[in-house]
């Protein structure tokens, strides 16, 4: 498994995207508002959520992984 290194504002974005759209979904099966306000909010979210997922990804899996010393990393310590 390759690692990569993360700064504090890109794990931020990654937990904000994460929680956008969990927002969106859990209002799109929720019934505590109207239906159309539900939606409406839900899909907003969940629909953001996503779509600033994609960039986030492409940045995250573009970034070269760190490097180990040149040795193989094992899982034993």
Do not use: Y
């Amino acid at each position: 498994m390759k690692k990569r290194g993360l700064t504090f504002p890109e794990l931020g974005l990654i937990a904000s995207t994460r929680g956008m759209l969990g927002a969106g979904l859990a209002l799109l099966v929720g019934d505590r508002l109207d239906r159309r306000t539900r939606r409406t909010i839900g899909w907003t979210l969940f629909l953001v959520g996503a779509l600033s997922s994609v960039p986030i990804l492409v940045n995250v899996l573009s970034k070269p992984g760190l490097s180990g010393g040149g040795r193989a990393e094992t899982d034993e310590g």
